[in-house]
């Protein structure tokens, strides 16, 4: 049997009440970094264009009466811009970009109630993530799994939300494998492309479920099939991930939420770095500074003289630098003013990275690092972050996650009523609360010009 026809089946399982509960968290991770990434100079353009798509019943981030198609687009383009959004390990994707707007979009456009979006982002997050963990280390070097899977996760949601039968599920994922795409060559350049990567995730999988729900056929052998996804794409998979443990958890359960704005694979540095720090490690007394990490994050992030916010997002040297100056990150420890500062610039010039044991054998299973400092006395500290804050082996709470989204929302020039009430419609979405309330909210536009969110 088909891979895609194994997987529709499986995501026709039952959503628990705490399952819905744990969705309804991913939509407040996502509001929170969309609506802030909405001020920032991409998010403004992507809106532009969005404008032009359609008009409709669906909310945009800060902009009421879009089509389904372009907030599927908008939404999914701006939560992803600050490198806070949520993210699954082992795949080593981020779904909630990706799969939050689609659902949130079909959703709106057909009036669906909060129940059937909250199962709708579940079974995106499982078809991502499965997908996503199947494509192994060979496509992930040369593709943004966001982007290649996140289609297969939009059209999951859409087809959860518009409750197509097992035949067009299947349909809409097979026509959404047909759309993937997204090279990492966004990361060697200062562009924007990355926030077109789950922009056109999203779009793409919504409009494969909505043509599947008119009867557009598409193959359900896109994955394993002669000149499929994993043929074109995949020089190691593991297509008997797609269908793996069918009746474990729901694999959002496994998604981990990201407390600081920098990528994934700089967090574990981050967090030991903080560690030295509450160890009373004063900066201008450190000498050199050595990180040991796994592979993945040196191919990313092993970028010693950042020049723009993205590059210090994907920056080693800089995330270690900024956090034993100042402590935990803020937006603005990776901002222009913050690249340049002289005391930062030193203590980059002082970092040396490297990959080494235990940390390349537990990757991804692990996101882990080790950061060590030798001061000017000679004397040598060293703290060690075996899993990155927020993943489920080291866990955030609710307060942390709502004092992130409110962080985020306040950045973005919203009142303080405002962020308030944008947390409170997401969190009441398994409750009593009405996608109308939650839509109203994220529509909102901000109190007060603010500077944009560079990137």
């Known amino acids: 049997m088909p891979l895609l026809r194994r997987l529709a089946t499986l995501l026709a399982r039952p959503v628990s009440p705490s399952d819905r509960q744990r969705a309804a968290l991913h939509v407040l991770d996502w509001a929170g970094c969309a609506v802030a990434g909405a001020a920032s100079p991409a998010g403004r353009l992507l809106a532009e264009h969005a404008a032009r798509i359609g008009t409709g019943p669906c909310a945009g981030v800060g902009r009421p009466g879009l089509s389904a198609s372009a907030a599927a687009f908008f939404n999914g383009g701006v939560g992803n811009v600050l490198e806070m959004d949520d993210i699954h390990r082992t795949s080593i994707l981020h779904p909630g970009p990706v799969v939050v707007p689609a659902a949130l979009a079909e959703a709106m456009a057909t009036g669906a109630p909060p129940a059937r979006l909250l199962d709708a982002v579940a079974r995106g997050y499982e078809a991502m993530i499965r997908i996503g963990a199947s494509v192994g280390p060979g496509h992930y070097a040369l593709w943004h799994n966001t ?216 990757y991804p299973e692990r996101y882990g690092a080790e950061v060590s400092v030798t001061l000017a006395n000679g004397e040598t500290l060293t703290e060690t972050a075996p899993d990155a804050l927020g993943d489920p082996a080291n866990p955030v709470d609710i307060d942390r996650l709502t004092r992130k989204a409110r962080a985020l929302i306040l950045s973005a020039g919203h009142s303080d009523t405002a962020a308030d009430r944008l947390i409170e419609t997401a969190l009441a979405l398994p409750n009593a609360g009405t996608l109308a309330d939650f839509a109203a909210a994220l529509a909102t536009p901000p109190a007060r010009p603010t500077k944009d969110t560079v990137q």
């Open 147 to 362: 982007s290649t899977c996140g289609p297969f996760g939009a059209a999951a949601a859409a087809a959860a939300v518009l409750e197509l039968d097992e035949e067009a599920t299947v349909w809409a994922l097979g026509n959404a494998g047909a759309q993937a795409s997204g090279p990492w060559r966004c990361r060697h350049e200062p562009v924007m492309t990355k926030q077109l990567h789950t922009a056109r995730a999203a779009q793409s999988g919504l409009q494969a479920a909505e043509l599947a729900a008119l009867g557009f056929t598409g193959p359900a052998g896109m994955l394993e099939g002669a000149q499929g996804f994993y043929a074109a794409m995949c020089p190691d998979p593991r297509p008997e991930v797609v269908t793996a443990e069918p009746d474990g958890p729901w694999r959002m359960w496994d998604v981990g939420f990201k407390p600081w704005p920098a990528c994934r694979h700089a967090h574990p540095t981050i967090d030991a770095a903080l560690a030295l720090r509450r160890r009373g490690v004063a900066a201008d007394a450190v000498r050199s500074i050595a990180v040991r990490t796994y592979d993945d994050a040196l191919r990313f992030c092993d970028r010693p003289e950042p020049a723009t916010v993205i590059q210090a997002k994907f920056s080693l040297q800089h995330s270690v630098a900024v956090v034993l100056l100042d402590g935990p990150p803020p937006l603005e420890a990776f901002e222009p003013p913050a690249i340049a500062r002289e005391d930062v610039a030193r203590l980059r010039a002082a970092t040396t990275v490297a990959a080494g044991e235990p940390f390349v054998s537990a």
